[in-house]
């Protein structure tokens, strides 16, 4: 990267993050909502600085963990079944109205039946988790694998290969991207779900953290722990993004 271009780079990356400074700022002060109600960016960072000398830290630990246990979970199920139903077309047409179905349910509308079968312990919260993870991930799986060209199998067995080899050697590094774009949207999900599993008794954890907060009208601590939320996501997130660039460089030098 050349070193004019760095600053300019960082001057982007940081504009939009300003810009919602800015903005948050000009909602407090024009006095369309009431003050109470709109804690300022100062008064949230304050907050959070209170709440990193107590309890915090284990809170993000606590989510972050179930999390990646649930994607974890969820996406080892989700790359094995997401690959069968795109690559045999009679069983993605049979199963799929069946996975769109229980796609559409939202994870919050199963806590009942959760506590039920699970009780309010972690693997409560786990199930949650893997039900949203496994579904987003099955679904980015197979609609990846279906788009894959059946002529990189025809070539291969013209050059003489196996079953075994064109599956090690042109199968798999052609699913990389798609298992790798499959974790990143269920981890998303997983994300988005995390205060809806935090329901089910948790006494830690992200979501238990706003749940008390707003308990008490606690609106600095609500703003600290949906920033958390998201500030773990995207890092998650870019991590992810830079793994990818990584593991399908190959793909950029023979296109």
Known sequence: MPPSSAPRRAALI???????????????????????????????????????????????????????????????????????????????????????FFRALPPIALIPL????????????TAILFYASFFAGVIVMYEGIAQISPI?????????????????????????PHILTAVRVALGVAWATLVASELIA????????????SSFFQLDIIYVGIICIGFIALTMDLALRAATRRLVAWQDRIA
């Open 14 to 100: 940081l504009a939009p993050w300003l810009l919602l400074l800015v903005l948050w700022y000009g909602v407090r002060l024009s006095g369309l909502v009431s003050p109470a109600l709109v804690p300022s960016p100062h008064e949230v960072a304050r907050k959070f600085v209170e709440l990193m000398g107590d309890r915090l830290p284990l809170d993000i630990w606590m989510s972050t963990q179930r999390v990646f246990i649930g994607v974890l979970l969820g996406t080892l199920l989700a790359v094995p079944v997401g690959f069968c139903l795109g690559w045999y077309q009679g069983l993605r047409s049979f199963i799929d109205p069946v996975i769109n």
């Open 114 to 125: 959760v506590i039920v079968y699970f009780g309010i312990g972690e693997a409560a919260k």
């Open 152 to 176: 990189y199998v025809r070539v291969a067995r013209t050059l003489g290969a196996n079953d075994f080899e064109i599956f090690a050697k042109v199968i798999v590094p052609l699913t990389v």
């Open 202 to 213: 948790a006494q830690q954890g992200l979501g238990s953290l706003i749940q008390n907060a």
